[in-house]
């Protein structure tokens, strides 16, 4: 029998006009209202993935760049998935939701309010994408950003007071005798007085205790600190790395180590590598797929460009495709990362746009591992693999639309449930118990 893997769905371009000039838009559905989420996520849930989770920027970048985020609706708009949460979970019983928030944007006392208010009502499905971007520092103040480590050391102790103000209500607070009329007994509430570095409140919490486990805490970080940050605090760590035997388990022993390191163990974090795949019905299709984005024509490329220039907050669409980038083109605040999947390993100083953007262009098989397009038994030997590995699950990465849930699931789902790869049945308990399910 293989291993079971848990699966999560990851809008990856936030609760938006994603899909903005699809051809299933004609759908007609408008997003943003909760019913398009809604089906999505009840397929998710008969799926038996354990968790949608919503990607989110508070911000549309930039003063200067805002035209290239929201031209093409790329970068923005976004409403705020916290307020979709609800929603999910009215339509579903067991599937976790995963917002992404952002420290910056909610004090400690109102987040640990507002999240415990979500995790009763879900019956504790709620789970949390702690995110540490910067970009969105001017709407929430006037002090100057703070640097990448500095910004991941705040979320800490955002954490830490959020944990604290949770456990505030000690054991026997919370009595609930009809038969005296005691509801709570408020000398074991704790003061908690937290006099940190970023944040300084006073307790305890306006909130009855959790009593299905705290929210899940989910991190995307693959940076030295953003891995030391999921090691001490994640339930869930969201992976991108090479899917080679070698870099799987090496991110899987960084992480288990940074974990170790904080007191905690390894198993205490569910590893999910995010993967995009595109799922046909046969080989042939695969191949015909591949070849014909070999040599892109040049709209493909500026397409491309257009999605490069609301990652990179830098316009690349007026660039000569024949020509390297331009020395000092990228502003300091540009996300390294986004940068490194333009340019790959190849010399910037040397290599014409063209060739980065072909190279984002071109498709690759499952089957020889290089790329993600495949049938979903090829699909599905991957996830296998994975697991042979001692990995946990599973990221797909995509819209939220019912037309991209059902092209990349129907196939697939019958054949992972065969090979015991995916859950049948959910505990019933939340998204913490399904997560230590297995
Ligand atoms: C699967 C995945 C999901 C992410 N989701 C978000 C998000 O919703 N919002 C955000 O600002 N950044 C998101 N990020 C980016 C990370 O938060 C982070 O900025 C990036 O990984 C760089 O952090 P690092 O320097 O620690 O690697 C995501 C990254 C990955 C791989």
Redesign the pocket.
Known sequence: MSRPQHFGW?L?R?FGPHGWGHPYLDWDYDWTRPELYQQSARELEQAGFDFV?????PSLGSPETIDLRVRHAFGGPKHDPLLLAPYLFQATRHLGVIP?V?PAAYLPYTAARQFSTLQHLSAGRLGL?V???TGSARHFGDAPPLG?DAA?DRAEEWLAGVRDLWRSWGEGALVRDAASGVYADGSRLEAVRHRGEHFAFDGPLNAIPLDRGQPVIAS????G??LAFAGANSDIQ???APLTEKSVREYRARIHAAAVERGRAPGDIRIMF?IQPVIVSSAEEADRLVAASAHPADDVLRQIAQKQSSDLETDLTTLDLDAPLPAALFAEHV???SLRRLTGDRDVATTPLRAHLTALARLGRIADRSGFVGTAEEFADLVEELGEWGNDGV?L?GDLHPVTVHRTLDELVPILRRRGILRREYTGQGLHADLRAF
Do not use: C, K, M
């Open positions: 990851f990856a936030g989770l919503i990607e989110d920027a992404t952002n994408n995110v540490t971007d990448h991941y995307p970080g693959g940076s600190r953003g969201l992976a991108l995010a996300s390294q990362g990221l990465w």
